[in-house]
Structure formats: structure tokens, C-alpha cells
């Protein structure tokens, strides 16, 4: 009998410290909300109100769809870019940062700034890398736009845009008032 109650004892030690352990890992899990972005980066929601096409009082034109966006005017296409990502610097949602990929950028072989004749190409330099858009005061019809302007023009990555590309470091001095079309 008493090696009976040692077997059973002894097993229900080990079921508790088991027991025990399982519960340990299971409290330290934190709920997996990982989208293989940076933290404090995210993806656009389809509701967000930063999506749809914004034009400023000088003709600039921001198209800005869950994924893309393209910046342009009368005088034609400008940059664009894909895997559009947003960071926010404040709690309503009302200011930060739009980063994409460029698809389209500013070509300085084909440009020639003494005759103001700029040219954004496909096979530029910056293609396949990041850049940053600056937002403030979004609201449902009005935002504030300003892209990154500054001794980098793009970066390789992401995180390298993100610590690049910010109003303190420099790079947004000047917005264009948009509304909504």
C-alpha cells in the first residue's frame, strides 16, 4: 500500500509541476498580432481617411489607395509607390507617416534643373527603395501633405526610413494643403 501511495504521489507531482509549467508558457504569450512589420507600422485599413485622391491649391494631385500611392499634377505623373505602410504620432489617427516603395521616382540622368524639365522614370535610381510621406490635420475632406525632401532621397529599408525620414531630422518643412476630390 505505501508504494501505491508513493507511485500515485509522485505522479501527481510531476502532473503538477507539468501542469505548472504549461501555464507558465501559456501566461507569457502575448496574443500574436505580428504582420511582419516594424512597431507602430501597419498596414491601411479600406476605411482609413487618408485613402483617395487629394489635390492641393498649387494642382498637386496625391492618389492614395489601401496599398499605393501616386503624387502627380497638370504637368503629369510624378513619384509613386507600392507597399504603403503607415506609422501615426498621435492617438486620433491625424498625423504621421506614409511610407511606400517607390515604383516611379525622380530619374537625375534624364533631368536637367536649369530648364525645369524633370523627369520620373521606372529604372531610377530609387526604384525598389523607401520613402516617407509626412501627414497632419487629416480630416474626413482636408489633409495636410508633405513629401520627404532632404540629403537622402530613399532608403534600402524600411526601418532605414523610418529613423531616416522624420520632422525632426529635417525632411518636412513644406505642406501642401489637399482636399479630398
Request: proline share 1%.
Amino acid at each position: 500500500m505505501k508504494s501505491t501511495r508513493f507511485v500515485f504521489g509522485r505522479a501527481l507531482a510531476v502532473l503538477c509541476a507539468l501542469l505548472f509549467v504549461s501555464f507558465g508558457f501559456m501566461s507569457c504569450q502575448q496574443e500574436d498580432d505580428d504582420n511582419g512589420l516594424p512597431d507602430g507600422v501597419y498596414e491601411l485599413s479600406d476605411n482609413s481617411a487618408l485613402i483617395g485622391t487629394w489635390q492641393s491649391s498649387y494642382g498637386e494631385i496625391f492618389k492614395i489607395t489601401s496599398t499605393s500611392l501616386s503624387n502627380g499634377g497638370s504637368w503629369g505623373d510624378s513619384y509613386a509607390g507600392n507597399n504603403l505602410v503607415v506609422s501615426y504620432t498621435n492617438d486620433e489617427a491625424t498625423s504621421g507617416y506614409i511610407y511606400i516603395k517607390y515604383t516611379r521616382a525622380y530619374c537625375s540622368t534624364h533631368s536637367d534643373p536649369t530648364t525645369y524639365t524633370y523627369i520620373y522614370d521606372t529604372d531610377a535610381a530609387d526604384v525598389g527603395k523607401w520613402y516617407a510621406i509626412a501627414f497632419k490635420e487629416l480630416t474626413a475632406s482636408s489633409v495636410s501633405l508633405s513629401g520627404a525632401y532632404g540629403t537622402v532621397s530613399s532608403t534600402s529599408t524600411l526601418e532605414e526610413a523610418i529613423s531616416t525620414f522624420t520632422i525632426d531630422n529635417g525632411y518636412f518643412t513644406t505642406y501642401s494643403e489637399c482636399v479630398k476630390q
